[in-house]
């Protein structure tokens, strides 16, 4: 009988989440293309998971409670060294760096910077960066949402003009 394999292909496709093709290395850069490709389907994702006990829609600190193990990077936006990349963020709307409605435009700080990981339970999207503050290094985790990723434009491409 083929029913016990058909059991096993599919629980071996939700192990492996969404990617699957050639998506695996963690250093991939991912264009606006694949960035929004990954948010859709993160999109329709409607189970509950311990992922969700903070409400991340706004960059957060790392909350101690999650568990670096449950996420799997799966990428990066960012295409330049820190030291190349601006640090001008996007806000046209007045939106500011904490708005959960803040935009995310990958050739802005600090989504230039960030790298995406899924939630190895639910395949939903986070993004991640390292906030350089005066004193420490804060972890800031924000959920992907589809709707705020914007292709803006910059006159010199992201980069920092000397
Ligand atoms: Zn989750």
Known sequence: MLESTGADSI???SSKGILEDGLSNSEQFLDIDSL???AALAASVT????????????????????REQDFLQIGTLARLSSEEAI??????AGTNYWSSTAPVAPRFYPYNQCTLWQCRCCSRIYLRHNDDGAY??????????AQFIVDA???NDGRESR
């Open 47 to 66: 189970s509950d998971c311990r992922c969700l006990l903070h409400d991340l829609s706004s960059w957060s600190t790392w909350p101690i409670s999650y």
């Open 136 to 145: 420490h290094v804060a972890l800031r985790i924000r959920r992907l949402h």
């Open 153 to 155: 434009p910059h006159f």
């Open 36 to 38: 929004t490709k990954l």
């Open 11 to 13: 629980n071996m496709a």
């Open 87 to 92: 640090l001008e963020e996007y806000h046209p």
